[in-house]
């Protein structure tokens, strides 16, 4: 005949095991809590269990009474998983429930439209193209700058009349007229010559800003391209050449390039560059010249040792060029009609 011990420790494991099959039916968290109150509630078959052991003799107490708890553990433990379990499958009926299908779709005969670069984008795509292609880089700097990268490290002191002419937009900090929108990618040039050392043969192509009032061939803000080659016994003909293979590279090798005499304060000698035209007349592009040897010493490079050459032209005018655009206002309309022709 068993001993009162074995059928105690019996009934516990008899009452989880019935404990957990029935939360593993469950089917909703109300069912869960029913079920957790029968079994561990004040009037609950544990409850009742653990009363009893008083009844026991004082060497079997101890064991029921471990086994007890571990019995009851693992009926909290059954409770917590099946609650877990129910509270997921319900937040995902809800779910399910309140989902909205969001999805915009064609007709079945309509053609997916897929977007594009702006024309203006890809001009400045292709020309980084061209000019790695001929061993350049491509750096990149800061739109809001100090007199001293914009101006003075260029030449252009706060006297020199060139400054009045380029129509900055100051910003209002620091100092008055001490910092501003870059009225060109220059100012990447100086921080290029400032941290690197030459050999140098860098494009900086970017955004600028001039207070002009925008027409047919002028915008307050508009993208520029500036080249910069810094080396050795480096010549005004060297920059021709530049100027010819990238012409010939971008627009075709029907176009051919020629250099006009002007004046920049950061070139010395200094030059601006034309195209042809189909119809035998000539278009300016940009600037260029040789690298004024004061723009170099305020740069820590030795004018005696090293020689460079800059040029610099617009992009957004360059795409307009090539596409035959009357107005670069276009450019800036945002009207998908104009644009989806790129």
């Not at 989880?16 to 509630?41: K, P, S, T």
């Not at 064991?63 to 499958?89: D, H, I, K, P």
């Not at 380029?166 to 910092?179: M, R, S, Y």
């Not at 600037?287 to 820590?300: K, Q, S």
């Amino acid at each position: 005949m068993r001993s009162s011990l074995a059928r105690v420790l019996e009934g516990y494991e008899q009452a989880a095991a019935e404990a957990e099959e029935r939360l593993a039916a469950a089917a909703d968290i109300g069912a869960v809590a029913d079920i957790e109150r029968d079994l561990l509630g004040r009037r609950s078959r544990f409850t009742a269990a653990k009363r009893q052991l008083g009844d026991l003799d004082p060497g079997e107490r101890a064991e029921a009474g471990r086994r007890l708890n571990a019995a009851r553990q693992r009926v909290e433990t059954s409770v917590a998983a099946a609650r877990t379990r129910l509270t997921a499958a319900a937040r995902a009926d809800r779910h399910a429930a309140e989902r909205l299908d969001l999805t915009e779709r064609l007709p079945q005969a309509a053609p997916l439209r897929r977007g594009s670069f702006h024309p203006v984008t890809q001009a400045r795509d292709r020309l980084e193209d061209v000019f790695i292609g001929m061993g350049y880089t491509v750096a990149e700097g800061p739109e809001v700058e100090s007199a001293w990268y914009n101006f003075e490290a260029l030449n252009i002191p706060e006297w020199h009349p060139a400054r009045g002419s380029f129509d900055t937009i100051f910003v209002n900090l620091g100092e008055p007229e001490q910092v501003m929108l870059r009225s060109h990618t220059s100012p990447v040039q100086i921080r290029v010559m400032e941290n690197r050392k030459p050999p140098i043969y860098i494009v900086a192509p970017g955004r600028t800003f001039r207070a002009d009032t925008a027409d047919a061939t002028h915008l307050p803000a508009f993208n520029q391209i500036e080249g910069l080659a810094i080396d050795r016994n480096i010549t005004m003909g060297d920059l021709a050449g530049t100027i010819d293979e990238f012409v010939r590279a971008f627009f075709g090798t029907e176009v051919k390039s020629r250099l006009r005499p002007s004046y920049f304060p950061f070139t010395e000698p200094s030059a601006e560059f034309d195209i042809s035209r189909p119809d035998g007349s000539w278009l300016e592009l940009g600037g260029c010249g040789m690298v004024h040897p004061n723009v170099l010493r305020n740069c820590g490079i030795d004018p005696e040792q090293w020689q460079g050459f800059a040029f610099g032209f617009g992009i957004d005018r360059l795409a307009v060029m090539r596409h035959e655009i009357d107005d670069i206002r276009e450019f800036v309309n945002n009207d998908v009609r104009f644009l989806s022709q790129f």
